[in-house]
């Protein structure tokens, strides 16, 4: 795994998981009309679909088991302790046409007191192109750094940190909505220069 620093330790891997695994938990990504979805409609920050567990079907737990797998690998390439798989805040994430997420840092602390270390984004978008949009920005001090294209079996780790800003600000333009999985690991240690407990912050 090939990490770059720059706007903040990441990585952009294509092909991570078997394709025949990622196909089966497209197939059971619930439509938008479903039961149990959170609904998140800030037109200033964030108009987007979560789906936590409830939602899933029995081949997305199995893709979880394979996330949770990698902990060992993930700690050893971003050189951090022992890493525990959670996905609150996580799971399923659908765009709808028109939707769109602020730039921003992640909350850094678990209700259990957990440190937050490194976010986990699997894109599910078969034949995804440029035209149709969704790109997530990585932010520097200055703007946009880098850009993933969230095309199918495209993998994003990256370390999670009070500068790891990102977001796809720009409203996805349509007609395709875009999904993805998100999982996050923690450690009991507190990273190296941790100041404070924060949650979400928008990058302004």
């Given at each position: 795994?090939?990490?770059?620093?720059?706007?903040?330790?990441?990585?952009i891997?294509d092909g991570m998981?078997?394709?025949?695994?990622?196909?089966s938990?497209?197939?059971?990504?619930?439509?938008p009309?479903?039961?149990?979805?959170i609904r998140?409609?800030?037109?200033?920050?964030?108009?987007?679909?979560?789906?936590?567990?409830?939602l899933?079907?029995?081949?997305t737990f199995?893709?979880?088991?394979?996330?949770a797998a990698?902990?060992?690998?993930?700690?050893?390439?971003?050189?951090?302790?022992?890493?525990?798989?959670r996905?609150e805040?996580?799971?399923?994430?659908?765009?709808?046409?028109?939707?769109k997420?602020?730039?921003?840092?992640?909350?850094?602390?678990?209700?259990?007191?957990?440190?937050r270390?490194?976010?986990?984004?699997?894109?599910?978008n078969?034949d995804?192109?440029?035209?149709?949009?969704?790109?997530l920005?990585?932010?520097?001090?200055?703007?946009?750094?880098a850009?993933?294209?969230?095309?199918?079996?495209?993998?994003?780790?990256?370390?999670?940190?009070d500068k790891?800003?990102?977001?796809?600000?720009?409203p996805?333009p349509?007609p395709?909505?875009?999904?993805?999985?998100?999982a996050?690991f923690?450690?009991v240690e507190?990273?190296?220069?941790?100041?404070?407990?924060?949650t979400?912050?928008?990058?302004?």
């Amino acid at each position: 795994m090939n990490i770059s620093d720059h706007p903040f330790p990441h990585a952009i891997v294509d092909g991570m998981w078997d394709d025949e695994l990622l196909r089966s938990v497209l197939a059971e990504f619930p439509e938008p009309e479903a039961d149990g979805w959170i609904r998140y409609g800030d037109p200033q920050h964030e108009v987007k679909l979560e789906g936590p567990d409830h939602l899933w079907g029995p081949n997305t737990f199995k893709f979880v088991e394979a996330i949770a797998a990698r902990g060992p690998e993930f700690a050893q390439a971003f050189g951090m302790p022992e890493l525990t798989l959670r996905t609150e805040g996580g799971g399923y994430h659908y765009i709808e046409p028109g939707g769109k997420l602020a730039v921003h840092a992640d909350f850094n602390r678990s209700d259990e007191g957990l440190y937050r270390r490194l976010n986990v984004i699997c894109y599910l978008n078969p034949d995804w192109t440029e035209e149709d949009g969704g790109k997530l920005e990585l932010f520097g001090d200055s703007g946009p750094v880098a850009e993933v294209l969230p095309q199918f079996n495209r993998t994003l780790v990256f370390e999670t940190s009070d500068k790891s800003f990102h977001g796809h600000p720009t409203p996805l333009p349509g007609p395709r909505p875009r999904r993805s999985f998100a999982a996050y690991f923690f450690s009991v240690e507190a990273p190296e220069h941790y100041v404070e407990d924060h949650t979400t912050v928008w990058y302004e």
